[in-house]
């Protein structure tokens, strides 16, 4: 590829991206979210077959017990279709529907089943040309035990007091230590077999646990600064971590620390007292993840153009109302952002101010700089792109961002 600048369009934009990434959704015209991941698996199915299974799950996708059903459908390739649940305005056929209330739930060949743990059997019971529960009878009672176990160990829930709890000083020395206490017990169990998973192969167990984990490994740096990775106590769930980090499956359905971190701060009001971890480089500068941000970006600009209009503060610099100057720069930036990812340094960035003199626009750059931030922060994985796009996403808006001024 060739050094680039915006002069493109959104079509050349969407081109080059779509030759760099197979990653696709389908876009959901004026619904929530405003476009689906598709099923790796429904290539599989049949033309004009409806999937087998129907789950319902969470409009922002940041729910940890949907992530298991849908890690495990991806992991066992079962193609299926997805009912997007607003959870702050459930509909009232969902709340007949499903006695909890709760998501994930989901249809399996008709049949409704609710709560992860049950969705995640009914699936193996079903589903059992590719297990992920040990056929070994031993090994099965440990599986099962360690599923159980994940209810009510109350691991979690001492993750999230220490995550959440009050902010005294002994308090949280006390929760700490309690979730610390949790932790050596997953290390224990994660020593019993060879290997980096729960049992002797990848399973369920690992699937079970480690949505939670990752959350709070991700968030606990920043809020509590608090490390489980690359702590020296816990080696074997640092291990356990970066094998599920490398599993394809787990990389489309994860969401990334940044979307979580936003959220703590965004939903539950928790203040940092750290700085954000940083973008991981590697991902940052991977090609189809760059590619596969790009593609979103240039595929469902009109949807951005219109979110960050109207929810960014940037069209408070609309002289006399007339908003589309606001528009054009926001537009243009946001190309800028999909040409810097799909070209890297080729791109010509603006850098505001070279050899001491003004080399922009003032009111261009500070819309610019608003719709930078704004979508930086705005967007959520898995909801908008996988989380590996996602960090290339935000890294690369770092960038441009760095050049207006
Ligand atoms: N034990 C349930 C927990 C499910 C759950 O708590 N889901 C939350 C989303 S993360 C929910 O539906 N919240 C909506 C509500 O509380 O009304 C499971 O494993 O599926």
Same mark, same amino acid.
């Given at each position: 590829?060739?050094?680039?600048?915006?002069?493109l369009?959104?079509e050349q934009l969407?081109?080059?991206?779509?030759n760099?990434?197979?990653?696709?959704?389908?876009?959901?015209?004026?619904?929530?979210?405003?476009?689906?991941?598709?099923?790796?698996?429904?290539?599989?199915?049949p033309?004009?077959?409806?999937?087998?299974?129907l789950?319902?799950r969470?409009?922002?996708?940041?729910?940890?017990?949907?992530?298991?059903?849908w890690?495990?459908?991806?992991?066992?390739e079962?193609?299926?279709?997805?009912?997007?649940?607003d959870?702050?305005n459930?509909?009232?056929?969902?709340?007949?529907?499903?006695?909890?209330?709760?998501?994930?739930a989901?249809?399996?060949?008709?049949?409704?089943?609710?709560?992860?743990?049950?969705?995640?059997?009914?699936?193996?019971?079903?589903?059992?040309?590719?297990p992920l529960?040990?056929?070994?009878?031993?090994?099965?009672?440990?599986?099962?035990?360690?599923?159980?176990?994940?209810?009510?160990?109350?691991s979690?829930?001492a993750?999230y007091?220490?995550?959440?709890?009050p902010?005294?000083a002994?308090?949280?020395?006390t929760?700490?230590?309690?979730?610390?206490?949790?932790?050596?017990?997953l290390?224990?169990?994660?020593?019993?077999?060879?290997?980096?998973?729960?049992?002797?192969?990848?399973?369920?167990?690992?699937i079970?646990y480690?949505?939670?984990?990752?959350?709070?490994?991700?968030?606990?740096?920043?809020?509590?600064?608090y490390?489980?990775?690359?702590?020296?106590?816990?080696?074997?769930?640092n291990a356990?971590?970066?094998?599920?980090?490398?599993r394809?499956?787990? /990389?489309?359905?994860?969401?990334?620390?940044?979307?979580?971190n =936003?959220?703590?701060? +965004? %939903?539950? !009001?928790? &203040?940092p007292?750290?700085?954000?971890?940083?973008?991981?480089?590697?991902?940052?500068?991977?090609?189809?993840?760059?590619?596969?941000?790009?593609?979103?970006?240039?595929?469902?600009?009109?949807?951005?153009?219109?979110?960050?209009?109207?929810?960014?503060g940037?069209?408070?610099?609309?002289?006399?109302?007339?908003?589309?100057?606001?528009?054009?720069?926001?537009?243009?930036?946001l190309?800028?952002l /999909?040409?810097?990812?799909?070209?890297?340094?080729?791109?010509? =960035?603006?850098?505001? +101010? %070279?050899? !001491?003199? &003004?080399?922009?626009?003032?009111?261009?750059?500070?819309?610019?700089?608003i719709?930078?931030?704004?979508?930086?922060?705005r967007?959520?994985?898995?909801?908008?792109m996988?989380?590996?796009?996602?960090?290339?996403?935000?890294?690369?808006?770092?960038?441009?961002?760095?050049?207006i001024?």
């Amino acid at each position: 590829m060739s050094g680039q600048n915006t002069s493109l369009s959104w079509e050349q934009l969407l081109e080059i991206a779509q030759n760099n990434t197979s990653a696709r959704r389908v876009r959901r015209p004026g619904q929530s979210p405003s476009t689906a991941p598709i099923p790796s698996s429904l290539y599989k199915l049949p033309l004009e077959t409806s999937p087998p299974v129907l789950l319902y799950r969470d409009t922002n996708s940041w729910c940890p017990f949907c992530e298991r059903v849908w890690f495990a459908l991806e992991e066992k390739e079962i193609p299926f279709a997805t009912e997007f649940i607003d959870l702050n305005n459930k509909p009232q056929w969902y709340i007949d529907l499903v006695p909890t209330k709760l998501v994930p739930a989901a249809k399996i060949e008709g049949e409704l089943v609710y709560g992860s743990k049950n969705i995640l059997l009914a699936l193996e019971a079903r589903f059992s040309d590719s297990p992920l529960l040990p056929l070994d009878p031993e090994e099965n009672a440990i599986a099962i035990q360690l599923i159980e176990d994940a209810e009510t160990n109350g691991s979690n829930e001492a993750g999230y007091k220490f995550l959440m709890g009050p902010a005294d000083a002994d308090e949280l020395a006390t929760l700490q230590a309690s979730f610390e206490a949790k932790l050596d017990e997953l290390e224990q169990a994660l020593a019993k077999y060879l290997g980096s998973y729960f049992l002797s192969t990848f399973s369920l167990v690992d699937i079970v646990y480690v949505p939670h984990l990752d959350r709070l490994a991700a968030s606990l740096p920043v809020y509590r600064d608090y490390h489980i990775k690359g702590n020296p106590r816990f080696p074997n769930v640092n291990a356990w971590l970066t094998a599920l980090n490398e599993r394809p499956a787990y /990389a489309r359905v994860k969401t990334d620390a940044a979307t979580f971190n =936003l959220l703590m701060r +965004r %939903v539950w !009001g928790l &203040e940092p007292i750290a700085n954000p971890l940083p973008l991981d480089p590697v991902l940052s500068e991977t090609m189809q993840y760059r590619a596969e941000a790009a593609e979103r970006l240039s595929d469902n600009s009109e949807v951005a153009i219109a979110d960050i209009l109207k929810n960014s503060g940037a069209q408070a610099l609309a002289a006399n109302g007339d908003i589309s100057a606001v528009k054009n720069a926001i537009e243009f930036h946001l190309k800028l952002l /999909a040409d810097y990812l799909l070209h890297g340094n080729k791109t010509q =960035l603006p850098w505001g +101010r %070279v050899g !001491g003199k &003004e080399n922009l626009d003032p009111f261009s750059s500070a819309v610019g700089a608003i719709a930078l931030a704004y979508v930086r922060n705005r967007i959520c994985a898995p909801r908008d792109m996988s989380a590996g796009a996602a960090i290339a996403f935000r890294s690369a808006a770092d960038k441009v961002l760095a050049s207006i001024y």
